[in-house]
């Protein structure tokens, strides 16, 4: 039997990688979605490849439609078949509602979210009709929380959780499984100046953000087991 296929889109990413590397230790093909980071994507594909798993990169633009669709080709061109997707793209602007231009919003939006459906509409079909397959999307507590000077980002994350269980309900027929998770704070681009120092952390009831490795466990343990579709899991400490 083939080993199963993930494909991880935003793989170049911290969260990303990690998942992509989680998923490799245990046995899977990889596929490595990067948009303008080659040089993170390549080495992420070294390490997959030294663990003896197969590895693939696929460079797209998530806020243009044509790519997405060239990505799926060329995706559906190495492995006829998926088992699993991954969403861990993101992108934000960091200003006051009445200060983001149009411009800005729309990009934001088309990456975060219209990337997200056009990925969801492309890779059902590549999922096995005897076996089915997951998708497990990165959220974010923004979603439910907002954020000053997060609009954009906040907008796209809540418009995402309720893709995500509308999909679920949908796909559930085609016996796919799509749920989301929310992974915390963690040291990257994305987060910069924003991340939070150790006396900035007293909404975590644990006092801390969560470890790169614990969500990343969890993150393969939900897109592994058979039974679970629809639902959020928060994976940072914070209540909401």
């Not at 499984?177 to 915390?184: K, L, M, Q, T």
Request: hydrophobic share 40%; aromatic share 8%; net charge neutral.
């Amino acid at each position: 039997m083939d080993p199963p296929t993930v494909l991880v889109l935003g793989g170049s990413g911290v969260i990303g990688a990690a998942v992509c590397l989680r998923f490799a230790r245990n046995g899977w093909n990889v596929g490595v979605h990067y948009h303008a980071h080659h040089d993170s994507a390549a080495d992420v594909l070294q390490k997959i490849e030294q663990l003896g798993r197969e590895g693939r990169s696929f460079q797209a633009d998530m806020s243009d439609s044509r790519q997405i669709h060239a990505l799926f080709d060329q995706v559906q061109a190495v492995w006829p078949e998926l088992d699993a997707f991954v969403w861990s793209v993101g992108t934000t602007v960091n200003r006051l509602t009445v200060r983001i231009a149009p411009s800005e919003w729309e990009r934001v939006l088309h990456t975060n979210l219209t990337g997200l459906f056009l990925c969801l509409q492309r890779g059902l079909p590549l999922f096995p009709e005897r076996r089915g397959g997951a998708v497990t999307v990165m959220s974010s507590l923004s979603s439910a929380w907002g954020g000053e000077g997060q609009a954009a980002y906040a907008a796209c994350k809540a418009g995402a959780l309720g893709l995500v269980k509308s999909a679920a309900r949908e796909f559930g027929k085609a016996n796919v499984r799509v749920n989301a998770v929310f992974p915390g704070w963690h040291r990257s681009p994305l987060a910069g100046d924003a991340f939070p120092d150790p006396d900035q952390l007293h909404t975590h009831v644990l006092g801390r953000t969560p470890s790169l490795d614990d969500v990343t466990d969890f993150i393969y343990r939900l897109t592994t087991t058979r039974d679970i579709s629809g639902q959020v899991y928060n994976m940072d400490n914070r209540i909401w």
